[in-house]
C-alpha cells in the first residue's frame, strides 16, 4: 500500500471531521452554538489546507450542515 502525502492524510482529517459534525447535528442534543463552533474550526483548518478552493468547501459542507440543522434541529 502506498503511503499517503501529508496533503492527503489532512484532507481524510477533513472529511472524518464533517461527518462527525454531521453526527452532532442529526443524532445528539449537541448545541447548536457548540455546533457552530466546531464548523468554524473545521473551516479554519479547510482554509488552511486548501484556500483557492473554500467556495467548494462552502457549497459542500457549509450547504451540508445547514440542510441538516434546517431538517434535523428547526424546531431549536
Do not use: G, H
Not at 492527503?8 to 452532532?24: F, G, M, N, Q, W
Not at 474550526?41 to 462552502?58: K, S, T
Request: glycine share 0%.
Amino acid at each position: 500500500m502506498p503511503d499517503t502525502s501529508p496533503i492527503d492524510r489532512r484532507a481524510d482529517e477533513i472529511r472524518r471531521k464533517t461527518e462527525r459534525i454531521a453526527v452532532l447535528i442529526v443524532s445528539s442534543d449537541y448545541p447548536l452554538v457548540d455546533i457552530a463552533i466546531e464548523r468554524s474550526n473545521l473551516r479554519d483548518e479547510a482554509e488552511e489546507l486548501f484556500p483557492e478552493r473554500m467556495d467548494i468547501y462552502d457549497r459542500i459542507y457549509e450547504s451540508r450542515f445547514d440542510r441538516l440543522i434546517e431538517q434535523w434541529r428547526n424546531e431549536e
